[in-house]
């Protein structure tokens, strides 16, 4: 079983802080990395992919991947309070023997951003 | 929500009852999901299609059947029904499972209760 972890948090932080989440997965093999924002009561929705050591930035959102330590990170710079929700890590990885692959979740890191 | 659609939106059913839910997509993509999100266990899959009339199993098909007679169209269906099974359901849907793009879309989900 490929495991993916979450911080459970909560986390709190203030409008215009920074905001860490971080997500650790067991599958050294793992090539492909993602953050879902999931509202409650709404579906997830994709807001970082990242395939490739390092960070990407997109807007006030910043993925950071180290693939030695298998740990992917989501930095929200200049939180608001719209930015409140449950922040989802999934894993990319390959079935054995099988040439598809499939996502695996962590349990989700709700953050909360008062103003 | 990428073009995606699942009916019906909300049921409640007894136990023992056949259950049906659909997905629908717009988007012509190949790869297609099932999965239920509970508190505590997150988001897990059910079933995954990689094509019309190719399906397979993910960690928590027992209980479950799947079919896809049209690209578009993915069902999911609950032979006889447990309050095990009361969860929401998200169907999701890729462009591709083997090599890049392999981002997730999901739908507006189904809350399901079984009394």
């Known amino acids: 079983q490929k495991e993916v972890e979450q911080n459970s948090g909560p986390l709190s932080v203030p409008e215009g802080a920074i905001a860490s989440l971080n997500c650790t997965y067991s599958d050294r093999g793992s090539q492909s990395f993602f953050w879902y924002r999931q509202y409650s009561g709404k579906s997830p929705e994709l807001i970082m992919s990242i395939y490739s050591n390092g960070d990407k930035e997109d807007g006030r959102f910043t993925a950071q991947l180290n693939k030695a330590s298998q740990y992917v990170s989501l930095l929200i710079r200049d939180s608001q309070p719209s930015d409140s929700a449950t922040y989802l890590c999934a894993v990319k990885s390959r079935e054995r023997g099988s040439t598809l692959g499939r996502l695996y979740f962590g349990r989700g890191t709700q953050l909360t951003v008062w103003p | 929500d990428a073009g995606i659609t699942q009916s019906p939106r909300h049921k409640v059913t007894e136990t023992g009852t056949p259950v049906t839910l659909r997905c629908h997509q717009t988007?012509?993509?190949?790869?297609m999901y099932w999965y239920r999100q509970d508190p505590g266990h997150g988001l897990r899959l059910i079933h995954y299609s990689y094509g019309v009339k190719d399906t397979d199993k993910g960690e928590v098909s027992d209980g479950y059947s799947v079919s896809r007679s049209k690209t578009e169209d993915f069902l999911l269906t609950l032979e006889s029904a447990t309050s095990s099974q009361t969860s929401v359901y998200f169907c999701?849907?890729?462009?591709?499972?083997?090599?890049?793009?392999?981002?997730?879309?999901f739908g507006p989900g189904t809350r399901l209760t079984v009394t």
């Open positions: 988007e012509n993509h190949r790869y």
């Open positions: 999701a849907i890729s462009e591709s499972s083997a090599r890049p793009p392999y981002e997730q879309y």
